[in-house]
T-cell receptor, first 113, second 114 residues
Framework: DAGVIQSPRHEVTEMGQEVTLRCKPISGHNSLFWYRQTMMRGLELLIYFNNNVPIDDSGMPEDRFSAKMPNASFSTLKIQPSEPRDSAVYFC???????????FGPGTRLTVL | AQSVTQPDIHITVSEGASLELRCNYSYGATPYLFWYVQSPGQGLQLLLKYFSGDTLVQGIKGFEAEFKRSQSSFNLRKPSVHWSDAAEYFCAVGAAGGSYIPTFGRGTSLIVHP
């Protein structure tokens, strides 16, 4: 299996622009997680889906952030408008079930100028 | 809800020395416990996990961890550290039944001196 696939690997954008991060989970996994990692705050869970349904989005920082999972093989995390404080590494992870081992993608390093 | 604490932000060891990274958790019932490793520029990779059974768990890369219920701990150990073990290590605690997804600690950065 190819593992969790994330794109792009790096994104540099200007403040105010829309940013879309993409994730393809491991085939057969029912749960998908979006995390943000920064030096200051460590690894933060933003949102997770189970069977394509958002279960807990309490970690989403504010309304500028939104996530979708239109089918079992694809998810997006969108930031609109982006701000410099959104600069971080964003990870997607998937698991068979929501309490099971999570498999992480390589991450997207986002820089907002 | 469960929580996890990794008391050490940084650990420095010499190559060939033994290693123990601490992890303490808070959860009322039997937890699911995980250790992940993150190399620079990479995602997190599972080292080992404990769900039930033998409290001494063997993982990849020569790591092991021991679940001690009385101490609410799940410390990670390796008898002889290699320079390639330098990385960030994360402990996570979850629970059965789908009610609690794994919660990650803040991580411990391992520095290995030659």
């Amino acid at each position: 299996d190819a593992g969790v696939i994330q794109s792009p690997r790096h994104e540099v954008t200007e403040m105010g622009q829309e940013v879309t991060l993409r994730c393809k989970p491991i085939s057969g996994h029912n749960s998908l997680f979006w995390y943000r990692q920064t030096m200051m705050r460590g690894l933060e869970l933003l949102i997770y889906f189970n069977n394509n349904v958002p279960i807990d989005d309490s970690g989403m920082p504010e309304d500028r952030f939104s996530a979708k999972m239109p089918n079992a093989s694809f998810s997006t995390l969108k930031i609109q408008p982006s701000e410099p404080r959104d600069s971080a590494v964003y990870f997607c992870a998937s698991s068979l079930d929501q309490e099971d081992t999570q498999y992480f993608g390589p991450g997207t390093r986002l820089t907002v100028l | 809800a469960q929580s996890v604490t990794q008391p050490d932000i940084h650990i420095t060891v010499s190559e060939g020395a033994s290693l123990e990274l601490r992890c303490n958790y808070s959860y009322g019932a039997t937890p699911y416990l995980f250790w992940y490793v993150q190399s620079p520029g990479q995602g997190l990779q599972l080292l080992l996990k404990y769900f039930s059974g033998d409290t001494l768990v063997q993982g990849i890369k020569g790591f092991e961890a021991e679940f001690k219920r009385s101490q609410s701990s799940f410390n990670l150990r390796k008898p002889s550290v290699h320079w390639s073990d330098a990385a960030e290590y994360f402990c996570a605690v979850g629970a059965a039944g789908g009610s609690y997804i794994p919660t990650f600690g803040r991580g411990t950065s391992l520095i290995v001196h030659p």
